[in-house]
């Protein structure tokens, strides 16, 4: 997704268009998706956990 943002603010620059083309870091969330995510990362890993980060 990175290369994408970037490519379609260059694109958007280049045709001179007013819109901004940003991209950012969607952070981290608890869920499913990727439940052992923190596991094996030692005590940091466990205040992830912990904190529901």
């Known amino acids: ?7 379609l603010d260059r694109r958007l620059r280049a045709a001179g268009s007013p819109v901004l ?3 950012t870091h ?5 869920s499913n998706l990727n439940p052992r995510a923190c596991q094996g ?3 940091f890993g ?5 904190t529901g980060l």
């Open 1 to 7: 997704m990175t290369v994408f943002g970037l490519e």
């Open 21 to 23: 083309g940003v991209v």
């Open 26 to 30: 969607p952070g981290t969330s608890r």
């Open 41 to 43: 990362r030692g005590r």
């Open 46 to 50: 466990r205040l992830m956990a912990r």
